[in-house]
């Protein structure tokens, strides 16, 4: 019933908006362009500056509900709900002052209705008023991106909120400034490749012998799930998707001297992005880039509901671990990457002086 409700709400508001607005719209005499949406964790091909006019970026993206696993260790699964069939979704970039054009196909071989909400954007819950898809519907939604920064979305039908967005329906949406990052103190910072981070705070039943429970359908699923939810207590944090989805083949990659962007996005939970052995040289930790950075940060603070966004540039070669820093969060329940890093070895930063070796009498 409530979510009836909502359906003849939405198609109220779209019917007034397309009405009010058809002829003298703004966003209709700019250039469209239709970037290709990438798999996490990369991030699709950008300008960072552009001297170029505010456009109309289309992207079409399709929900795709499954089941996954989300640890191969021992085979346990999660009926799963993504954006294009990943967890997170893929990361959009855009610059300030472009509009946001989304096609959101919910396909019939899905069961459930889905929408999107955008914290970029602004009015009708984030988009999510005016974006209601049942299983073989399709919806346009435009919006302006007029505030820089990192931003989540994700799905929020009324009623199923957290299930949806706890089942993997979230990304981030990146709008740059027209000129680029920069330290707030007129530097300009430039980074050789992004990656997408996004955390995911996963509540999977168990059953009377402990052991976790699975699922044919999300529906099935969903009354125990709900009941994990509530005591707050993840079974398992991970990064895009499973324990170990950025480690061996997944990691991420980089060279000595360059420069790499992590986005990190969290949904529903706060989280706490940590290299090891590395530093945040500059760090929007809630992500919005209109505001300066901090450098050189050990830890820094992701809120749930946000994204935030650090800038590292490699110094020394090696396997770094990129974690959340509750450690029992990175290293028992999941929330644990790594990033290969190809170069030379810098003995001024570091040098084991002495090898380990018997404590001498
Ligand atoms: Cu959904």
Sequence with gaps: ????????????????????????????????????????????????????K???????MTIEEKQVVIDAENGTTMQAMTFNGSMPGPTM????????????????????????????????????????????????????????????????????????????????????PREGLTDGHGKKLHYDKAYTIGEFDLYIPKDEN?????????????????EAMRKLVPTHVV???????????????????????????????DTRPHLIGGHGDYVWETGKFINEPERNLETWFV????????????KQPGVYAYVNHNLIEAFELGAAGHVKVEGKWNDDLMKQVKAPAPIKK
């Excluded at 402990?210 to 709900?226: C, F, I, M, P, Q």
């Excluded at 809120?303 to 490699?314: D, H, I, K, M, Q």
Aim: include cysteine; glycine fraction near 12%.
């Design 303 to 314: 809120r749930g509901g946000s994204a935030g966004v650090a800038l590292y540039t490699f």
């Design 54 to 60: 505010p456009k109309v970026v289309e992207f079409t």
């Design 210 to 226: 402990g052991n976790y429970k699975s699922y044919d359908t999300a529906l099935e699923s969903y009354g125990d799930t709900v």
């Design 93 to 176: 970039v855009v610059h300030e002052g472009d509009y946001v054009q989304l096609t959101l196909i919910n396909p019939d071989t899905n069961a459930l209705e889905h929408n999107i909400d955008f914290h970029a954007a602004t009015g009708a819950l984030g988009g999510a008023g005016l974006t209601k898809v049942k299983p073989g519907e399709q919806v346009v939604l435009r919006f302006k991106a007029d505030r820089t920064g990192a931003f989540i979305y994700h799905c929020a039908p009324e009623g199923m909120v957290p299930w949806h967005v706890v089942s993997g329906m979230s990304g981030t949406l990146m709008v740059l």
């Design 239 to 269: 990064f895009n998707g499973k324990v170990g989805a950025l480690t061996g083949e997944g990691a991420m990659t980089a060279k000595v001297g360059e420069s790499v962007l992590f986005i990190h996005g969290s949904a529903n939970r």
């Design 1 to 52: 019933m409530k979510v009836f409700r909502l359906c003849m709400a939405a198609t109220a508001l779209a019917s007034l908006l397309v009405g009010g607005v058809a002829s003298a719209d703004p966003a209709d005499k700019l250039e469209h362009i239709r970037p290709m949406l990438v798999a996490p964790p990369n991030v699709m091909q950008h300008e960072q500056a552009t001297t170029a």
